[in-house]
């Protein structure tokens, strides 16, 4: 994982820096997808358990500015509503939890040709946003790192799909969404990933 973010930093920082010195050419991609995985292992008192969450179609908003022929810069805002599962110990009125991601990033070339392939990746933030009233909200660090690929339609137009991996830091042993006396979701794990697969129309000014 030090090795994933360290690749993460160096792709979104050398995106950013060089930002100011090329020619601006702006590209936009809405994205529709599906966001999977991202169940919690937790503990509490010795007793551990599994707080799962549903699998969901996940909405974003994807853009990415270039610095030279071939690499960019990238700003990616993903959100999806899920729902989590109850532990025997704790019930909630409203199960129902939104996830963003908000990241800054890059994306290299790994091949040409007519259907070309791109690493991509960023860091930033994780929104979790229970809509139980009575929960609090968290925001994390988080990354991600991804595949990617671009089909163009004509000069302006592309076909973009990618796949992604999002990883959110926690302390171990911490615990989130909680109300005045509980916590809904202990966490004994550093991290927590999320994977996601998408695709959209991508236009260029």
Known sequence: ??????L??????????????QPLNVEVTP???????????????????????????????????SFDRNRQGEFLVSHYNTDFSESDDFTVSNTGLGITYAHLGGNVPISEGPVPFYITGGFGLTHLDPKDDGLSNETRFS??????????????ISLRLDSRVYGTFFNSDSAIFCDVETCAIYISSSIWVQSEVSAGITYRF
């Open 1 to 6: 994982m030090r090795i994933l973010s360290a």
């Open 8 to 21: 993460v930093c160096f792709i979104a920082i050398t995106s950013v820096t060089t930002f100011a010195k």
């Open 31 to 65: 994205l529709i997808g599906y966001r999977f995985g991202g169940d919690f292992d937790t503990s509490k008192n010795k007793i551990h358990n599994k707080i799962e969450l549903s699998d969901e179609t996940s909405y974003g908003l994807l853009t990415a500015w």
């Open 143 to 156: 990354v991600n790192v991804g595949l990617a690929t671009k089909i163009e339609l004509n000069e302006r």
